[in-house]
């Protein structure tokens, strides 16, 4: 396994890491015992209902108009690599065997006309297509296609370009292959005085992040919120430009204004190609924050001692939150987080594969810097050293009513503590360190679970509950990570689970599938989920007799009438793909096996 670094691939890590990349490699390759690659249990995956012939005149039609090595066939075994490597022909953190959700093709455009070219081959053939930008959206499928046998259009390989970042009107325009180490390093070497908001791992794109809705740490941790603009290869081939990009600029430029008003004029139709099968987005626009001095913002930390604190820090969090003196959206995560982060294994802490009791978790616990405790609080705050100081006056004299609470500063733990990257983070700098966790268990993987609760103690309490005895049936360590608003949170947890153990990969989609049910029932849904589970959450979101699920499939109906475009996703089906057994988990009649 390799650890490119940014200055030879679009995708690698920038040199600043390079010796924390080596180090996340070497953690990864002694934890695993599964070989490197595998072949195809049933060779090549056609898409469904394409017969080989067809297949391969496509295919080479396809070769003519984008160059041959542009078209891969996915005929050769499988690796799963790891996160710098990046694979795009299945989910590199596979939940079901690893020949499942696999790409029949995978292709490789450059230009905006050559993907509207991929449309229109896909709709003379009917092939289903999977766009994707990096395929890096670990535990939510990676680069899989939801249709076995979908062919992917992996933008990000060739189309990685940041066009403009605006340092005056503190904004960006990027391709679907930009990623937020990229990014970075651009501004730092350009020396402008703004600052990115990363997701957890840096390797990710902008693009990909933001249009599943995914989320950062900085005041402009809302990606999708903070997007403005988008241009959009439609189903039928067609261009479209949202926002103020819809109106042209003078003289055959781009509307000046494309990256400062959002919602220009008319439905704010941004929104129907985030979490979608829409459209192949092909430049976003993103807001970007104004630099911060060095001392003009902090990170920390507070503990807390018992379990049965939580309902009182999510009613203390809720206020400080409302009236926006928390700087950032938080992360309440549980102390056993402590010891994965770490990146050593579960045995280190703990024999057996049982899971660790509570007992075993505090007495572990005393060993870390921040001591036994059940819930640590990670925040920042942001503006002059002055309004630091009495915000975290009142922040402090909030949390410390938690009776045996601690506060930490990142000077107050040793220098390789995860509060340093949370500090980075927090800053809008790219770390790797979210990765170092799957190494609790060999071959490790995960898969997140992200159900949204409202920001009250007894919801908190009660979804806690629900998640932690759905963790004590199947047998899983709970890693609970709060992302907590002020109105809302999002409680992800993520299920470590070991790629060779096929019993433990069933337990663990059996899980999902509880608690997805289970947490429905209480109106807690999932915000984003991983591919297998799609058809299962989205009919959670069933008020009206499944009201929004049909006007979503009249959406899809009228744009995409092939049903060409990453069919499936997001539960949504095209009407060429409903009830046929397509959907997963449903408990319908005729469910097609991946
Ligand atoms: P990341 O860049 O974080 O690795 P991905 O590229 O895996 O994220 O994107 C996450 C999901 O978002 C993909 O599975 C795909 O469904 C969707 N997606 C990503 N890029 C695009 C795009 N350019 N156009 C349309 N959908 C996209």
Redesign the pocket.
Known sequence: MSTPMLTEKYSGAPTRLAKEAARARDYIVSNRTLPTSSPQTNGLRLPPDVSLETFETAIKELQNILGEANVEVNDKPLKDGWYLD?PNTHDTFHVIPQSSLVASAIIYPSTVPEVQSIVCWANKYLLPL????????LGY???APRVPGGVVVD??RRMHSIFNIDAENASCVVE?GVTYFRLYEEIQARKLPLWIDT?DLGG??L???A??R?VGYTPYGDHFANHCGMEVVLPDGSLLRTGMGAMPGPEGKDNPTWQSFQHAYGPAVDGI?SQSNL????KMGFHLMPALNENEHQSYVFTFPRDGDFEQIVDIIRPLAQKRILGNIPQIRHVIQELAVTGRGKETFHEGKRPMTDDEIHEAAKKTPLGDCSWVFYGCQYGSPESIKQQLEIVKDAFFKVEGSKFFLPENVPPGHYLHDRARVCSGVPVLRELDWVNWVPNGAHMGFSPIAPTLGPSARLIHDLIRAAHIKYGFDLFPTLCVAGREMHYITNIVFDRSDVAMKERAVAMMREMIATCAKHGFGEYRTHLLFMDQVARTYSWGDQALMRFNETIKDALDPNGIL?PG?NGIWPKRWRGKGWELGTRREGERSV
């Open positions: 990046h999977y766009p994707i930008s990096l395929g890096r959206n499928g990676g680069a933008l990000g679907p997701a990710g794109s693009l990909g992040n249009l599943d995914g190609f459209g192949i987005v092909t990453s996703r």
